[in-house]
């Protein structure tokens, strides 16, 4: 019984095979209309030279014939496809109507309708290189910090190779920021290029290091006495905290030339009259 069942099972696939193979064939013998692919080509001839615009690689076109011819295009069989050849640096606005001869041609079994893609930009860029010169800023978070030792960025410069398009978007001199500095004493911090720097270029080196130097601002006061020793000046002003006391003399000098010394700020200077020389500090 089971035998018997076996048999009718495989007759009845066969004859679905057959009648869809029937189908399928006398489908495709008949005609349509539908859109397709056409594949396009860029030939860069030089290696000096890059692609920089946006372009497509097939545009869409709407054909009329048998399902077999239609099925060989979709299938990209029985033609070549459309080449652009780059060879030299230019800007060019290519007329998508421009290629109904060609594809005629080459879809020479099928009526060609239409082209869905009207117009877009082919551009090739020369390939050059750029030197950059690099600085490092330091983005203080904490206001009571200073800077003793400037950024000190190495190397100091770099290469950029690329496409011209990309080369003049760059500055000439590139700025690298350091944000929220909040350890005290000599940083020597690895800085990565990939984040600003386009991926159509390559440079001489993807990481630099900045070196700088910072320390704690502090407040002091000092009291100061004219030559006569009859009045006395209570002057504040901050310092590096790793640096020394100003002399006296010193001091005096800063306010009166108006030219505190380097990381020195006088806050205030205001004179005492009560004329106490024995004045404990």
Not at 27 to 44: E, I, Q, S
Not at 140 to 154: A, D, G, P, Q, Y
Not at 211 to 240: G, H, M, W
């Amino acid at each position: 019984m089971t035998v018997k069942n076996n048999k009718k099972v495989k007759v009845v696939v066969l004859c679905i095979i057959v009648a869809t193979t029937f189908w399928f064939f006398n489908a495709m013998n008949n005609h349509y209309t539908t859109n397709v692919n056409f594949p396009l080509k860029y030939d860069v001839q030089s290696s000096q030279l890059k692609l920089t615009s946006s372009v497509p690689n097939k545009i869409g076109i709407n054909v009329y014939g048998t399902g077999w011819d239609i099925l060989k295009v979709s299938l990209n069989l029985g033609f070549e496809p459309y080449f652009f050849e780059l060879n030299s640096e230019e800007e060019i606005l290519f007329k998508s109507s421009t290629l109904m001869p060609y594809i005629s041609h080459e879809l020479a079994k099928l009526k060609v309708n239409f082209i869905h893609e009207k117009n877009w930009t082919v551009r090739t860029d020369s390939i050059l290189t750029k030197k950059i010169k690099l600085e490092g800023f330091l983005e203080k978070s904490l206001e009571n910090i200073v800077v003793l030792k400037k950024t000190i960025v190495r190397p100091d410069s770099i290469l950029v190779t690329g496409p011209r398009l990309y080369l003049d978007s760059l500055d000439n001199d590139m700025v690298l920021t350091v944000n929220h500095i909040s350890q005290i004493g000599e940083q020597d911090l690895e800085f990565e290029l990939k984040d600003w720097i386009n991926p159509e270029l390559k440079t001489s080196t993807n990481q630099v290091n900045i070196n700088f130097t910072i320390d704690n601002l502090i407040e002091e006061s000092e009291f100061l006495y004219n030559k006569d020793s009859t009045n006395r000046q209570l002057v504040k002003y901050t310092k590096p905290e790793s640096y020394a006391r100003l002399s006296q003399e010193e001091l005096s000098n800063s306010i009166i030339n108006q030219t505190p010394p380097s990381f020195y700020t006088i806050l205030s200077a205001v004179l005492d009259t009560t004329n106490s020389l024995n004045y404990e500090r």
